[in-house]
């Protein structure tokens, strides 16, 4: 049974800083192209970053030089670092795994919440 189990959402003010971690099981987590979305309310979901096997990475053009997402295939976790949070960051983060055109898994999501 596939589970991608999302942590590290919260509330935090403008300019600051969260880390959201996914730990993944039954997969194997080292071939998946991995990546976080978030959903807005009112909105679609989006890609925010996503990273390949190897390693390369790529992210939406308004988290650009403020995420970073990481992977630690010795953990089997993925990890999405944000700083300089501002209230448009405000969504459901959620983890994703696929492997090449396979079944695509979700995590529950996590909610980030930007705010003073």
């Known amino acids: 049974q596939v589970q991608l189990v999302e942590s590290g959402g919260g509330l935090v003010q403008p300019g600051g800083s969260l880390r959201l971690s996914c730990a993944a099981s039954?997969?194997?987590?080292?071939?998946?192209?991995l990546g976080w979305y978030r959903q807005a309310p009112g909105k679609e979901r989006e890609l925010v970053a996503r990273?390949?096997?190897?390693?390369?990475?790529n992210y939406a053009a308004s988290v650009r030089g403020r995420f970073t997402i990481s992977r630690d295939n010795t953990k089997n976790t993925l990890y999405l670092q944000m700083n300089d949070l501002n209230p448009e960051d405000t969504a459901v983060y959620y983890c994703?795994?696929?492997?090449?055109?396979?079944?695509?898994?979700w995590g529950q999501g996590t909610q980030v919440t930007v705010s003073s």
């Open positions: 994703h795994a696929q492997y090449y055109r396979d079944t695509p898994y």
């Open positions: 039954g997969i194997v987590f080292s071939i998946n192209d």
């Open positions: 990273i390949t096997p190897g390693g390369s990475t």
